[in-house]
């Protein structure tokens, strides 16, 4: 069974980094899309990052970019979003996710089909 395990979450203060790690098991993730979402209290979730397992290429969303890198270690089967620079409003719930039988990201939630628990990211002084 397909399973993602999110790790690394914690609280920082403002301009601090931390690095979330997604460890996947029972599919290869080779052959697969994995994005990053986040969600905040009483806000919607929210595409953050997505890596391409055709050609690594990666997607971020505006608010994180040149702040945020995504990478993965086929070996390892972890997915990880390193988050630099962390600000208040990063403040959330984050999660990772597999894109539904593809190698391609989508921006859209309702396309991925295997989530973790989430970790919870806090940003405060």
């Known amino acids: 069974q397909a399973q993602l395990v999110e790790s690394g979450g914690g609280l920082v203060q403002p301009g601090g980094s931390l690095r979330l790690s997604c460890a996947a098991s029972?599919?290869?993730?080779?052959?697969?899309?994995v994005g990053w979402f986040r969600q905040a209290p009483g806000k919607e979730r929210e595409g953050v990052s997505c890596v391409s397992s055709s050609d690594d290429s990666t997607y971020f969303t505006d608010s994180v970019k040149g702040r945020f890198t995504i990478s993965r270690d086929i070996a390892k089967q972890t997915v990880y979003l390193q988050m630099n620079n962390l600000q208040p409003g990063d403040t959330a719930l984050y999660f990772c996710?597999?894109?539904?039988?593809?190698?391609?990201?989508?921006?859209?939630?309702?396309?991925?089909?295997?989530w973790g628990q989430g970790t919870q990211v806090t940003v405060s002084s």
């Open positions: 029972g599919f290869t993730l080779d052959y697969y899309a």
């Open positions: 996710a597999r894109m539904r039988g593809s190698r391609w990201c989508s921006e859209y939630a309702r396309e991925y089909d295997t």
